[in-house]
């Protein structure tokens, strides 16, 4: 099952003039959208899906409004090929233009957690410990001195003053 995020923004455009039927129906459809921004079904059973009745009421088919350019759509700007069009139809069902766009954007705190468990999965595979050793940097800036990593070098080869440092941090 996957999921779409439904961003705010959607309240400033120009689709949120549009009458009940048409967002319920758009919205819907983000809903039921495969990761590529596909919606497979026919037009009547997606009107069920939505449940929406709009041709009982005499209301403008909501499809036609989906489907043909907007002339005051934001996403011009982006895809002017578009011509700011919502859908398009496909064998099968219908894509959501600008799908893959919206999907694209992330906010922070999604790239904060995919970094965190990238970090984590790296840190398992080469059996990184999340807790530092503590170390020194000597002053000639070849090596640390760690209490966990055995030195490599001899202790003539760091200054006297960073072997105090290393040692006072145990």
């Not at 919205?27 to 929406?52: H, K, M, P, Q």
């Not at 989906?66 to 090929?81: G, T, V």
Request: aromatic share 10%; with cysteine.
């Amino acid at each position: 099952m996957s999921y779409s995020k439904l961003f705010s923004s959607i309240v400033h455009s120009s689709l949120w003039t549009e009458e009940d039927h048409v967002r319920l129906l758009f919205v819907t459809l983000l809903a039921i959208a495969d990761r590529e921004g596909f919606v497979y079904g026919s037009r009547n059973g997606l009107e069920r899906t939505a449940n929406i009745a709009w041709r009982d009421k005499g209301l403008t088919d909501p499809w036609d409004k989906l489907l043909s350019p907007d002339p005051d759509s934001a996403d011009i700007l982006r895809n002017p090929e578009n011509e700011g069009r919502r859908i398009e139809a496909v064998p099968g069902g219908f894509r959501i233009l600008n799908f893959l766009y919206y999907r694209s954007l992330r906010n922070n705190d999604d790239r904060r957690e995919q970094n965190r468990e990238a970090q984590a999965r790296y840190r398992t595979k080469h059996g990184i410990s999340r807790n530092k050793p503590r170390s020194v940097r000597c002053p000639t800036k070849k090596h640390r001195l760690t209490m966990f990593r055995p030195v490599k070098y001899s202790i003539q080869q760091c200054s006297q003053r960073s072997l105090v440092r290393f040692l006072i941090h145990l």
